[in-house]
């Protein structure tokens, strides 16, 4: 027979148990629907079953001469040198957001050419460049 | 000349420390209870080394000396001095070196102050502490060297990034260093007490000051970060869940944890092996953070410029001191006889605990899944702040609930009568929480338990106040200051929240934009010139419509010239019960100005509750003292 004192143990090892699988478990689901894909234009060019409305980022170049600026928003292509979306942006720009610059923008697609953008993620460096960034541009430079 | 003396001194400081690791395991074998003369001189030199290393370092940064790379590349003659001076942490090269100093200072310090304790628990601890500053000295000769010399000497430097030009960051990275490298010297303290058979109560003791200072200068470190981040940045928000801010949240929470657990082992002997995976993990989780954000992996606002073989050598550093601690804790593990009572102070002590755990982990998961799921598939994602607030927030309501009542608990058992007091406050929370939707507007279910619990841990702080005024004694002062400073700032959290006003839109000069409450006029532009930049001033003039109230901000373009930069300054109109913020950008010379406007509710009140968090740790070191 099992003492009291070790049922009490094995009671407790139990409930550490049970509440650590249900953390972890609440942990991923919650990751799982909040995960932001990043995409660079021609990636969701090419995706069929892109998600319209999902929280997602978008990145690559401001293409040159793109950008608009009306009282309400700012709209700017952003460009991969084979396809382009065009995005539109309130508020304020970080301050290295320039043409022909990179860019990561986070937002929802409204359709696959035309992206609302809720951030425009700040760079703190003039010669950094996000990686992510960088494949693309290596990939379709030459 | 700069240079050969740095390098000098910190080829000293290495010697030193091979031969104090040898000195003090020949002292091992001494009979007595008392350390060698000869061991603390070795630990003095080497502090006096590193210290002016440092200060060397500080002079090249001062004369502008651009015969040291780290000079010519992060400085600048026309930088203000005391930007200058900053400069000599503000890079990577020379906050290694600050986290050498620390390293030393701490190892001495704790050699002197704790003269109380086992001879051989102090001595393992010296020599873990020296290993840990061989393998920081050696990552700092071979790849991160801050005297490194160039020839010919440059004219002129590259200049300090100008968003780093600022009194908040420049105090913000020692701040963090000593909290961050502090850690280091109770990871030493934890294997030493391991190996030597030094556990329990006393080995509390012996760490607990400086479980103490670390935490408090972390907590300061992370709310001045956050401080700088608000009015810097320029988005109007403090915390963003950014890596670079995780990879900091990361040993608090450990830390936080280990701080109580402590007053466990203290108290009740009992504990001891958790306390130890704690001490152990704060240091380690400190290294993966530096390592986080120097490698470069992670994409964030610190991004130094990276570099590859960096993060491999402290990436190995860190699997080796993961390995070692893992072999020392397991095969010196022993077992432990837990008599708890369920409803006692430690259960609950522990809870806190598994909170924080629990939050460590979902951090963790959250800032590190991303970067496995690069490596193994190469999908690019990323993690955004809703999934930490999903998470997390929740999980605030019954931490803050236990933070007020459990101090209450007597060490054994729950009495009864105090049930009836925690009753009455909860219903008073209820009440005010009534009374705050009803004049303010509604909130989810969730704020709503939120605000009650905040405001019951504000009540539940005061009557404890009040009660401690008639004492002499005063040991649960910072304690309770400290949660007081929890409780506020979860609830002005929680109104900042709910309450902010934001408008973001465009105007040209001389338009008036009306927003819910405020006449905004963008009167005009003026141009202003500084030392090292020139700015654009907006002048806006805001009228609040409820009261007529005429307000002028003034947010900045400026123009630095070294290295050629634009930064946008907001313009941050402080007052008791709320901030107005406003900040504008300007893109491809447009004649609209894109404008940011925020009214942000009892903005001030939560840096001081942070702040107030801090002063009850610090309160505590205080009291100590005056008690011995």
């Known amino acids: 027979m099992l003492t009291k004192k070790v049922k009490n143990r094995i009671y407790f090892l139990f409930f550490i ?9 609440l942990i991923l689901t919650s990751l799982n629907k909040n995960i932001l894909y990043f995409s660079s234009p021609t990636e969701i060019k090419q995706k069929e079953d892109i998600q319209l409305g999902k929280a997602m980022r978008v990145g690559g170049m401001v293409k040159r001469n793109s950008i608009t600026i009306n009282e309400k928003n700012i709209q700017f292509i952003v460009t991969d040198f ?22 990561v923008v986070e937002g929802k697609l409204s359709d696959k050419n035309f992206f609302i953008a809720e951030r425009i993620l700040a760079k703190h460096d003039e010669n950094y460049m996000p990686p992510e960034i960088k494949k693309i541009m290596e990939k379709n430079a030459k | 000349m700069l240079s050969n003396i740095g390098i000098g001194l910190i080829v000293l400081v290495l010697i030193l420390s091979f031969l104090t690791i040898y000195t003090a395991s020949l002292d091992l074998k001494m009979p007595g209870q008392s350390i060698k003369k ?15 290393s440092f200060f060397t370092l500080i002079i090249g940064f001062i004369n502008s000396d651009f015969s040291l790379s780290n000079v010519y590349e992060n400085s600048h003659t026309t930088k203000p001095l005391f930007y200058k001076i900053a400069g000599t942490w503000g890079n990577h090269e020379g906050s290694l070196l600050l986290w050498v100093n620390i390293l030393v200072i701490f190892s001495y310090l704790f050699l002197v102050f704790n003269h109380t304790h086992n001879k051989k628990f102090r001595l393992y601890t010296l020599i873990f502490q020296n290993i840990l500053i061989l393998g920081f000295s050696f990552f700092l000769l071979l790849n991160s060297n801050p005297f490194n010399s160039i020839y010919p000497i440059p004219l002129e430097g590259l200049g300090l990034n100008p968003i780093l030009q600022d009194p908040a960051l420049a105090i913000h990275p020692p701040l963090l260093y000593v909290g961050f490298v502090g850690c280091s010297i109770y990871f030493s303290a934890a294997m030493a007490s391991l190996i ?6 006393l080995f ?11 935490w408090c200068f972390q907590t300061l470190g992370i709310t001045v970060g956050s401080i700088w981040a608000y009015y810097e940045l320029g988005w109007g928000g403090f915390w963003f869940w950014d890596p670079v801010e995780n990879a900091s949240l990361l040993p608090w929470f450990a830390i936080t944890a280990l701080m109580h657990s402590l007053i466990v082992l203290e108290k009740r002997n009992t504990l001891y092996s958790w306390v130890v995976i704690l001490c152990l993990s704060t240091f380690i989780l400190s290294v993966t953070g530096t390592f986080l954000v120097r490698s470069g992996i992670l994409n964030s606002v610190h991004t130094f410029a990276s570099d590859p073989s960096r993060g491999i050598y402290i990436l190995l550093f860190l699997s080796l001191m993961i390995f070692s601690s893992l072999i020392i804790f397991f095969t010196k593990y022993k077992k432990e006889t837990y008599n708890f009572n369920l409803k006692s102070r430690e259960t609950f002590i522990l809870a806190n605990n598994w909170f924080m755990v629990f939050f460590l982990l979902t951090v963790l998961i959250g800032t590190l899944y991303p970067i496995f799921l690069d490596v193994i598939t190469s999908v690019k994602i990323s993690v955004g702040p809703p999934f930490f607030n999903i998470v997390i927030v929740p999980l605030v309501v019954p931490f803050v609930f236990l933070m007020a009542i459990v101090p209450k608990f007597s060490w054994i058992k729950l009495q009864n009568k105090i049930f009836y007091k925690i009753l009455f406050l909860i219903l008073c929370g209820v009440i005010i929480n009534l009374f705050i939707s009803h004049f303010f507007g509604k909130y989810s279910f969730l704020s709503n338990l939120i605000f009650i619990v905040a405001i019951f841990l504000i009540l539940q702080s005061f009557l404890d106040i009040k009660k401690l005024i008639n004492k002499k004694k005063k040991p649960e002062l910072s304690r309770i200051i400290s949660h007081l400073g929890f409780g506020l700032l979860v609830f002005f959290i929680g109104i900042n929240h709910q309450f902010s006003l934001e408008e973001d839109f465009n105007l040209k000069v001389g338009e008036i934009k009306k927003t819910k409450n405020y006449e905004i006029n963008f009167e005009g532009i003026k141009i202003r010139e500084s030392k090292n930049y020139k700015a654009i001033v907006g002048n806006f003039k805001l009228i609040n419509e409820k009261n007529d109230l005429v307000q002028y901000l003034n947010p900045e373009i400026r123009i630095y010239s070294n290295p050629e930069t634009l930064t946008y300054e907001a313009a941050i109109k402080t007052k008791i019960t709320s901030d107005l913020y406003l900040t504008m950008s300007n893109v ?7 404008i940011k406007f925020q009214n942000k509710p009892f903005m001030i009140w939560i840096w001081i509750s942070a702040l107030m968090i801090v002063i009850g740790g610090f309160t505590q070191l205080t009291l100590k003292k005056n008690e011995d």
């Open chain 2, 196 to 201: 030597s058979d030094y556990r329990g109560k």
């Open chain 2, 38 to 52: 000869g061991i603390y001189k070795l630990s003095l030199f080497q502090t006096t080394f590193t210290v002016l």
């Open chain 1, 17 to 25: 148990f049970l509440l650590s699988v249900i953390g972890i478990f």
């Open chain 1, 82 to 103: 084979e396809n382009e979306i065009l995005i539109t942006y309130s508020g304020t720009v970080p301050n290295l957001f320039a043409e022909e610059k990179g860019v």
């Open chain 2, 204 to 214: 509390a003791q012996s760490i607990k000051t400086w479980v103490k200072i670390s």
């Open chain 2, 588 to 594: 491809s010379r447009s004649d609209y100005y894109n």
